[in-house]
């Protein structure tokens, strides 16, 4: 299972379009988009119904009033996902308050966005995960981010890579 993960796109919409050049033939089965799409919920959840045939989740960030949730957990594969934007959380001081809500949800995968960063951390029990930025990157060398999550389809482990565009 391949488990494509965005975040603060900000309405720019053109990663997603370089991001299907980037990895070919790879089939996404699910598309998470972890907030600051800046008003495109409607444009990621179509392209994912072409695209990512398993569902699309996406919430809502701190930049733009959006109708999607400010949390949402939800199944994949054997395992539950905790999504959230981030920032109601003080991401920037740690993750302790983050991976503490998705445990308190039973999640053993927490997603989330606002830092514009990509981060994986695993911790006991929890894996971590931030895309950092598909529009405006803040690391070292600002390249666009994005992980691709593969969930081994014979013992279900977990294989997250971020990715560069």
């Given at each position: 299972m391949n488990v494509l993960i965005i975040s603060d796109t900000h309405g720019d919409d053109s990663g997603l379009a370089q991001i299907l050049r980037t990895e070919g033939t790879n089939r996404f089965d699910v598309l998470i988009h972890a907030g600051d799409s800046e008003g495109a919920d409607s444009f990621y959840e179509y392209w994912a119904r072409t695209h990512a045939p398993g569902g699309f989740h996406v919430v809502s960030g701190n930049d733009y009033e959006s109708m999607a949730p400010g949390e949402q957990v939800f199944p994949v594969d054997r395992y539950t996902v905790f999504l959230?934007?981030?920032h109601r959380f003080s991401?920037?001081?740690?993750?302790?308050?983050?991976?503490?809500?998705a445990k308190q949800h039973g999640a053993q995968i927490a997603v989330?966005?606002?830092?514009?960063?990509?981060l994986i951390r695993e911790t006991p029990g929890l894996l971590l995960l931030n895309p950092g930025s598909?529009?405006?990157?803040?690391?070292?060398?600002?390249?666009?981010?994005?992980i691709l999550l593969k969930i081994d389809d014979s013992d279900h482990s977990l294989h997250p890579e971020i990715r560069y565009l």
């Open positions: 959230t934007h981030g991401i920037y001081t740690g993750t302790d308050l983050l991976a503490a809500a989330f966005g606002h830092t514009h960063e990509p598909l529009s405006r990157p803040r690391q070292e060398g600002h390249r666009r981010s994005y």
